[in-house]
């Protein structure tokens, strides 16, 4: 199991370029990206779906992008995991989710919030397509504001209690880091960055007679995996 992101952990050498500082948010982003972890479509009016989920991406710990921005060991096992609490709510057209995590006992926090638009509807043979738009926003750290912006494409297919489903798309962050003067003896130094990444992924959900569980895998920037255990219908 990987360590949490906590507020404490986030401080900027002052050596750190513009790239680095750019590699830390897209790897920040994809760990707080609001994915609901399931395949995309319309749950329909009545639908709703309530869970635990985390994302975990890898990271390579002894990389300059990372020493330079962390002050502590918050990626055990080569990890960055958060934790959220995601709820699904269908409405006919769609489906929205919306995403919470909370770091420990400080004062950082995500939001975040998905939308699913089918562009087919699923049948007994025929598979769907829909669009998901993403958005979550970190808060709560002294040093580092970060937002991620996510549109992806899925296609998915029930067989049974087991649905696969595939996506493709991009991930936008937009980052504000800040150096304060304490460190540098001079003005806060201001870091910003704002960029995109491609994203693919891959994910399975079994629908069990109680709990649903979803697994899927993505490639960004890094290589992340993701899991959520949820009650619904």
Known sequence: MAAPLVAGDVTFDPTITHDE?????????????ASPVDPAGARGILGFDIGVAANAVKVDTSSPFWRKAVS????TGGYLTVPRLVVSKGFGAGNIALSYAKFGSTGAKSYGGSLDLPIVNGGLVRPTLALRGTYADLRGLDVYRLKTYGLEIFLSKGFGPVTPYAAAGTMRTNAHGTIPSNTTGVPDLILQDTSSVKRYTAGVRFSLLVPKISVEATQAVQRSYAAKISFGF
Do not use: E, H
């Open 21 to 33: 500082f750019q590699k830390f948010s897209q790897v920040a982003g994809q760990a707080i990206f």
């Open 72 to 75: 502590s060991g918050i990626a």
